[in-house]
Structures are given as C-alpha cells and as structure tokens.
C-alpha cells in the first residue's frame, strides 16, 4: 500500500504568507500567489486546496521533484488553505495513455505497412509503467472530440480515455487538423487551440495530467538538401495551450526536424519507412520514442528502462 503523508500550508489569502518559508517558498504578488515546491527525489506529490479544510481538492498535476504553482487570487471570494499530498514512487504502479494519429498510432493500427512512435514507447519504461495506445490513422482534435464520425457531442474516443482514467495522457495531434481531405477533421488554428483547451480539461477533471506533443516533421528536403518547414503553426499553437494551462510540452516538430537534418536525405531511410515521408520503421519508432524519452516531465523520467 502507498505510504502518504500531509505537508499541510494553511494559507489564509489576507494573511502575511512568509510563516511557511521554512517547508515551502511562496511569493504573493497584487493578484496571485506563487507556490513553490523544493526538491524531493524519489517522492510524487499533488498540490491540494480546500475552503473548510475537509473537502480537498487537486489543483495541480502529478508531480515530482521542484515545481511552481501560480494561484489567482483576485477571483476567490473567500479564504483558501494548500497542503502537498505526498507518496513514495518506488512501488507506483502507472497508466500512460496516448492519442494522436497514425504517426502515433502502432503497427497494427497501421495495417502493418509503417508505424507512428507509439510502437516502441511502451517499451522505454520499467515494469510499473502500462502504455494504452489510443492513436489511430484520421484522427484530429476534432473528430477524437466529436464521435466516431465526426459528428454530434457524444465523443467516442473521449469516452474510452475517460473510462481508462491514466495517470498521464500524452498527445499529438495537428496534421489530420490541417491537411485532412474530410472537412468534419479539419481545425483552424483557433479551434485547434480550443480543443487542446477541452481535452486538457477532460484529462484533468479525471484526476489525469496532460502533456502535449507539437506534431512530427515531415522528410521532405529542399534541391539544397535543407528541410522543408512543416507544421510549425500547429507547433507553436500547442506550445501556446501548454504555456497558457501550465501543461508539458514536448516540441516534436523541432526535435525531429533537427534529427532528419542531421541524417540528410540518404539517412532519413534509417527511421523513415520505405516509400514514405512521416511515419516511421520500427527501428525509427525506436529512435524516436527515446528522443520523447529524453523530454518527458521529472515524474515519468523517474519509470525509465535503465
């Protein structure tokens, strides 16, 4: 069983806020309180809140190791108290879910013709670690919202998350949101953020931490052998959700171009499957799974493969 204990910070908003310096430094600036949490290594917490110190509630993401929360307190009509749920990880046990589309999706999702790097991220973790692959080829943040068929509010996809409940859902989406020839997929850069926005807030609402991957490259080079740019807006739209809801962000766009353009167009063969420009071997889903590895929050480092 989880051993847990209680950092309790009793934090009267009209208060003076320095009588918890000792466990945790916090800094009150005209509208919000900043908390911020030392380093605890080898120990996963969640930033708590209550009014009346017997309903508690998570308002932070699951966590581990220094962290700083940012509370708006020009909108609280009364008094709020904080603690830190704390527990040991060594014997956690995890739930990551992942959705996107076919670059994420596995091989059997993909007729066994190419991959997305969902078929060797399971195998980056230890045995604590279960990976869902929820990705599937046509997916965008529209139709994963909107039903099967891209259409009406009951949400299909969005229901099987939420049934799972995982303790991290990691997503990319953004190139069936672009480049879809069915228009019910289609996103503008406005609704793409939006709907990062809804899923961030479904993830959460089931006690879930969200992490968004801007989209895959493209291995298309220039007559200069340069990388032809692809995906950037959806990039830097994701990045702006993430920065906005205090949520991870993985730029995949970035860290594959620069990996394509270290191979060049001859080496792009060695992750790239045969005859294609964006989804991968499996020896390149391998690849790319540890650059994701490389880039994940303190929390899931901690379930690496050694």
């Given at each position: 069983?989880?051993?847990?204990k209680?950092i309790?910070?009793?934090?009267?908003i009209?208060?003076?806020?320095n009588?918890?310096?000792?466990?945790?430094?916090?800094?009150?600036?005209?509208?919000?309180i900043?908390?911020?949490?030392?380093?605890m290594?080898?120990?996963?917490?969640?930033?708590?809140?209550?009014?009346d110190?017997?309903?508690?509630?998570?308002?932070?993401?699951?966590s581990?190791g220094?962290?700083?929360?940012?509370?708006?307190i020009?909108?609280?009509?009364q008094?709020?108290?904080?603690?830190?749920?704390?527990?040991?990880?060594?014997?956690?046990?995890?739930i990551?879910?992942?959705?996107?589309?076919?670059t994420?999706a596995d091989l059997?999702?993909?007729?066994?013709?190419?991959?997305?790097?969902?078929?060797?991220?399971?195998?980056?973790f230890?045995?604590?670690?279960?990976?869902?692959?929820?990705?599937?080829?046509?997916?965008?943040?529209?139709?994963?919202?909107g039903?099967?068929d891209?259409k009406?509010s009951d949400s299909y996809?969005l229901?099987?998350l939420?049934?799972?409940?995982?303790?991290?859902?990691?997503m990319?989406?953004?190139?069936?949101?672009?480049?879809?020839?069915?228009?019910?997929?289609?996103?503008?850069?406005?609704?793409?953020?939006?709907?990062?926005?809804?899923?961030?807030?479904e993830?959460?609402?089931?006690?879930?931490?969200?992490i968004?991957?801007?989209?895959?490259?493209?291995a298309?080079?220039?007559?200069?052998?340069?990388?032809?740019?692809?995906?950037?807006d959806?990039?830097?739209?994701?990045?702006?959700?993430?920065?906005?809801?205090?949520?991870h962000?993985?730029?995949?766009?970035?860290i594959?171009?620069?990996?394509?353009q270290e191979?060049?167009?001859?080496?792009?063969?060695?992750?790239?499957?045969?005859?294609d420009?964006v989804?991968?071997?499996?020896?390149?889903?391998?690849?790319?799974?540890?650059?994701?590895?490389?880039?994940?929050?303190?929390?899931?480092?901690?379930?690496?493969?050694?």
């Open positions: 069983m989880r051993k847990t209680h309790v910070i009793a934090i009267l009209l208060l003076k806020l009588l918890f310096a000792s466990s945790i430094d916090i800094i009150k600036k005209e509208h919000e900043i908390l911020s949490v030392p380093t290594m080898d120990t996963g917490y969640h930033i708590q809140e209550t009014n110190m017997v309903d508690w509630y998570s308002i932070g993401d699951r581990m220094p962290k700083t929360h940012k509370i708006n020009s909108k609280k009509a008094s709020s108290f904080y603690r830190l749920l704390t527990w040991e990880m060594e014997d956690e046990e995890i990551i879910a992942i959705v996107g589309d076919s994420v059997e999702s993909n007729d066994f013709k190419f991959c997305g790097w969902g078929e060797a991220f399971p195998y980056i230890n045995a604590n670690v279960t990976v869902i692959n929820f990705a599937l080829a046509g997916l965008s943040t529209r139709n994963f919202l039903g099967v891209g009406g996809w229901n099987l939420k049934r799972a409940k995982p303790h991290f859902v990691l990319q989406f953004g190139i069936i949101d672009k480049t879809s020839k069915v228009p019910n997929k289609l996103t503008t850069i406005e609704e793409y953020k939006i709907n990062y926005e809804i899923l961030i807030n993830i959460r609402n089931f006690g879930g931490t969200p968004i991957l801007s989209p895959v490259n493209r298309v080079f220039d007559q200069n052998n340069q990388l032809v740019p692809w995906m950037g959806r990039a830097l739209a994701g990045q702006e959700v993430s920065t906005q809801h205090n949520v962000f993985i730029d995949l766009n970035k594959t171009g620069k990996l394509y191979l060049g167009p001859n080496g792009v063969s060695s992750v790239i499957a045969e005859g420009k989804h991968y071997s499996i020896e390149g889903a391998e690849v790319i799974s540890k650059l994701i590895a490389n880039c994940l929050p303190s929390y899931l480092k901690y379930f690496l493969e050694e």
